[in-house]
């Protein structure tokens, strides 16, 4: 049956994924995953309507190349600072703040003295609160980049070498940081993305692996059609029986 389903899902699949290649904002993340005691990955590519979640053989941009091709220049994409992402040719990208606000909270427990960490704490705050209190419009992010600047600038040699290795990495980010304020179409997170693969995870901690490359592409396939019913309002269960 597992062979069956991967077949019947086959059409919904390609115009999901067909869907996402067209949206101008896309979520991505990855998570390892064993299979048939092979470390792979599972990918999600994600939007407001479509999940698609995919099996990889590496953490590498190239599979996310091999899948989406030149349509990755028309896309914001919305991730975490994993460095594959990066050396992809998106057009743009949102860093993920909820990750960067986890960081400012480990540095603020770090070191309770220094007020650092909770300035670029509080800015990140401020930025999100802004985007929420106006939904739909484009802010200029000019001053938000203003800030973050002084704040990059400060001299943190005193601080633990965290602090030192966070800032650099806020540099190296900077530009992709404050997108969401420009663009009301891309959230300030990557939240979606994680929650859409949260299940995968779920399963990997019951079952452990994945026996077959065709288990592993079928769970996949169906989880993706589940997850997209689900952000259309519809029954994932009415989903998966019109398969058979």
């Known amino acids: 049956w597992v062979n069956e389903a991967k077949k019947a899902a086959a059409p919904a699949i390609e115009k999901i994924?067909?869907?996402?290649?067209?949206?101008?904002?896309?979520?991505?993340?990855?998570?390892?995953?064993?299979?048939?005691?092979?470390?792979?990955?599972?990918w999600i590519a994600q939007t407001v309507y479509f999940t698609f979640v995919f099996?990889?053989?590496?953490?590498?941009?190239?599979?996310?190349?091999?899948?989406?091709g030149d349509s990755l220049g028309r896309m914001t994409a919305v991730?975490?600072?994993?460095?594959?992402?990066?050396?992809?040719?998106?057009?743009?990208?949102?860093?993920?703040?909820?990750?960067?606000?986890?960081?400012?909270?480990?540095?603020n427990e770090l070191d309770k003295e220094q007020e650092w960490s909770k300035s670029v704490e509080n800015l990140f705050q401020e930025a999100i609160h802004e985007r929420n209190q106006k939904p739909?419009?484009?802010?200029?992010?000019?001053?938000?980049?203003?800030?973050?600047?002084?704040?990059?600038?400060?001299?943190l040699s005193k601080l633990n070498g965290k602090f030192i290795t966070f800032k650099n990495g806020l540099l190296k980010?900077?530009?992709y940081i404050f997108n969401f304020l420009r663009n009301p179409a891309i959230p300030p997170d990557n939240n979606a993305s994680e929650r859409g693969i949260r299940k995968l995870k779920i399963k990997l901690k019951n079952s452990g692996c994945?026996?077959?490359?065709?288990?592993?592409?079928?769970?996949?396939?169906?989880?993706?059609?589940?997850?997209?019913?689900?952000?259309?309002?519809?029954?994932?269960?009415?989903?998966?029986?019109?398969?058979?």
């Open 17 to 42: 994924k067909e869907y996402i290649m067209q949206s101008a904002v896309v979520g991505f993340d990855e998570t390892g995953c064993y299979c048939n005691k092979r470390l792979d990955w599972a």
């Open 55 to 68: 099996h990889g053989k590496s953490r590498k941009g190239q599979e996310l190349e091999d899948r989406f």
């Open 79 to 107: 991730t975490d600072r994993h460095s594959a992402y990066f050396a992809l040719h998106f057009l743009n990208h949102q860093v993920c703040l909820a990750h960067l606000l986890r960081e400012c909270q480990y540095l």
């Open 136 to 155: 739909t419009e484009s802010i200029d992010t000019k001053p938000w980049l203003d800030r973050l600047d002084k704040l990059i600038d400060e001299n």
């Open 173 to 175: 980010c900077r530009d």
């Open 210 to 244: 994945f026996r077959s490359d065709l288990g592993a592409d079928a769970f996949m396939d169906l989880h993706s059609i589940v997850e997209t019913t689900k952000k259309h309002g519809n029954s994932p269960y009415n989903a998966i029986l019109a398969l058979f």
